[in-house]
């Protein structure tokens, strides 16, 4: 039997994971009441099948895919629980570990099982796509692994319950959303000075994997006691340029976590991340 699901929405991001889907046969189903020209036309160009409506939808689906703003999440979540869907939720969106456990409470008191998922990655495009990270009940998470087999979405489960799968969303999306605005107030602050040029060229030069150098970290840490006293003067020049110096500010602020480690680049890793549960030292003045 084709297995159908119903993709809550037809976005940028949604309308191409879920055409990867129709690509293994299943049906994906939309609803075009309420969508503007671009949305229809992203599910048009996606291969998605309209339908009269949420109702209709749901009452011949098997899985739900909710690829929405995180800000709709849990309203979206609730208005297809009102009909009674019973089927397998896939949360998709970029939203905290408690607003996840928030729908899974609330998809379990109806009878309904919520996989936790986390899209890692732009949308599909030129044989490549985002990583479909999925957590919770190892049923419903193999099967909706099953839905992207052999696509440009691969599936990635989880072998963790519900939350695991929107934490390593954001913990991702906090590393790559903030560096990319810092990279925003560092070019401002460039072309303050007339150095925008030689800023973008230093940036060519860089070929650290910053996310990935896990093992750099304790170094990090031995080092804070002078990069902390670094960041307050680049915040003081971002403020003298009129520019917002508060990444700066935080940055300093979490440096001081690690003031007593001054020096001690063979900290443990474990040592490094426990620092941050606890308070920080005073700030120092410049």
Not at 175 to 186: D, E, G, I, N, Y
Not at 199 to 222: F, K, M, N, Y
Not at 228 to 254: H, K, N, R, Y
């Amino acid at each position: 039997m084709t297995t159908t699901v119903t993709l809550l929405h037809p976005g940028a991001m949604g309308a191409p994971v879920g055409g990867q889907a129709a690509r293994t046969g299943t049906r994906v189903l939309y609803v075009p009441a309420g969508r503007g020209p671009a949305s229809l036309e992203r599910a048009r160009q996606a291969g998605l099948e309209a339908a009269e409506s949420l109702a209709s939808a749901l009452a011949v689906s098997d899985f739900v895919l909710s690829v929405c703003p995180p800000h709709a999440a849990e309203d979206v979540a609730h208005e297809v629980l009102e009909h009674g869907f019973r089927g397998v939720y896939v949360e998709a969106n970029a939203i905290s570990p408690d607003r996840a456990a928030r729908i899974a409470k609330a998809c379990a008191e109806r009878g309904t099982t919520m996989v936790d998922g986390s899209l890692i990655g732009g949308p599909p495009a030129g044989g490549s796509g985002p990583r479909l990270y999925l957590s919770g009940d190892a049923e419903a998470v193999a099967r909706t692994a099953v839905l992207f087999e052999g696509t440009d979405v691969p599936a990635r489960p989880l072998d963790a319950g519900i939350g695991a799968a929107s934490a390593l969303k954001t913990a991702y999306a906090s590393f790559q959303k903030s560096a990319r605005v810092l990279a925003a107030v560092s070019h401002a602050l460039a072309a303050s000075h007339g150095v925008g040029d030689e800023l973008t060229r230093e940036g060519e030069e860089l070929t650290a994997r910053i996310l990935a150098e896990v093992d750099h970290l304790p170094s990090v840490a031995a080092r804070a006691w002078r990069w902390a006293p670094e960041m307050q003067e680049i915040a003081a020049t971002l403020d003298a340029a009129g520019l917002p110096p508060d990444l700066a500010e935080a940055s300093a602020a979490v440096l001081r976590h690690w003031d007593a480690d001054k020096d001690r680049p063979d900290l443990p890793l474990e040592d490094v991340f426990a620092r941050l549960h606890t308070p920080a030292g005073p700030a120092t003045t410049t």
